[in-house]
């Protein structure tokens, strides 16, 4: 389960997604979940796998805040503890159990550990502007065709701003392209923050790599602020999910979404077909591909997830 990507917190959809007495099969890093909530509309994730004869959970419906198996009628409860037998009264039901896996609602997001049993040893966290009661959130979500690492690294990215976006977020840069950008990166205990600089000048702009798969760009704003939060979430090898979020202080009303929404829209879709054009879909080894200053943040990816991710997994247990 989980392969190359076991033990971390991830964003796995938007809030609105999930709704009461509906049952979601979410797919992180190759394994399907079925997600849902229970009597408290709190989110819960299992295997999505019924132990009996192995059906699709995620076919199923919710009674009671329980998940029932849509083949037989067996009830899990959030834990993955089975509640119900039909038919069977008298069955040792504390050894029927699904397969639990950690479920948070946090940001205007549903999050999942890739670990399995309901309780964790940790927590998910985000930037403070995302939990902000006075910040409106918004979010879209969409499907790269490319490993997720692609598309993590094109996320850190500074210098293609100038030539991907050069109509958008990156037009600033364009009359600097021939000056010397150096990278600043500032090491923090969620990650690290990328700032760059030109001429010997650090721009205000900054961007925030958090563990294992979220960037945070924070936009300058006088007075005011606004933060593109985006989560490359693994599908599998070939697929990621790309949830996005703005969290802004102002223009605060709901009719303004479709405007941040379409906008990161567009962004996204601008680096799209780039990034899914990138041979292999997988970052390999930096010594395969050439590489320059400027890449000092993709580089710092690189290393964090050849030492910290690939190769990572998490193991069923015997049936």
């Given at each position: 389960m989980f392969r190359d990507f076991a033990n971390v917190w991830t964003p796995v959809a938007l809030t609105a997604q999930l709704r009461a007495n509906d049952v979601m099969r979410i797919r992180v890093a190759g394994t399907a979940l079925a997600v849902f909530r229970d009597t408290h509309g709190t989110p819960a994730a299992v295997l999505d796998r019924c132990p009996h004869r192995g059906a699709a959970l995620s076919l199923g419906s919710v009674r009671d805040g329980c998940l029932q198996c849509p083949y037989h009628g067996w009830r899990f409860d959030r834990n993955g503890q089975c509640v119900q037998v039909p038919w069977n009264p008298d069955a040792k039901r504390a050894a029927l159990h699904a397969l639990a896996i950690p479920a948070r609602e946090l940001s205007g997001q549903i999050w999942i550990r890739t670990s399995l049993g309901p309780e964790a040893p940790d927590a998910?966290?985000?930037?403070?502007?995302?939990?902000?009661?006075?910040?409106?959130?918004?979010?879209?979500?969409?499907?790269?065709?490319?490993?997720?690492?692609?598309?993590?690294?094109?996320?850190?990215?500074?210098?293609?701003?100038?030539?991907?976006?050069?109509?958008?977020?990156?037009?600033?840069?364009?009359?600097?392209?021939?000056?010397?950008?150096?990278?600043?990166?500032?090491?923090?205990?969620?990650?690290?923050?990328?700032?760059?600089?030109?001429?010997?000048?650090?721009?205000?702009?900054?961007?925030?790599f958090r563990r294992p798969n979220q960037m945070n760009l924070h936009i300058p704003m006088r007075g005011r602020h606004l933060t593109l939060a985006v989560a490359c979430v693994p599908l599998d090898e070939h697929r990621t999910r790309l949830l996005l979020m703005a969290a802004r202080s102002f223009a605060r009303a709901a009719i303004f979404d479709w405007f941040f929404n379409r906008t990161n829209r567009r962004i996204a879709d601008e680096d799209r077909n780039i990034v899914e054009s990138s041979d292999p879909p997988q970052i390999p080894a930096a010594s395969a591909e050439r590489s320059v200053r400027t890449d000092k943040a993709t580089l710092r990816f690189r290393s964090y997830y050849f030492s910290e991710l690939h190769g990572s997994l998490c193991r069923l247990p015997p049936a």
């Open positions: 998910p966290t985000v930037h403070e502007s995302l939990l902000d009661p006075k910040t409106r959130l918004t979010g879209i979500e969409t499907i790269w065709h490319t490993h997720w690492t692609r598309a993590m690294e094109n996320m850190l990215d500074w210098p293609h701003l100038a030539f991907v976006h050069r109509g958008s977020i990156g037009k600033d840069l364009v009359p600097f392209s021939a000056e010397r950008m150096d990278t600043l990166i500032e090491e923090h205990e969620w990650g690290w923050r990328v700032r760059t600089a030109l001429r010997g000048a650090v721009r205000p702009g900054m961007l925030d």
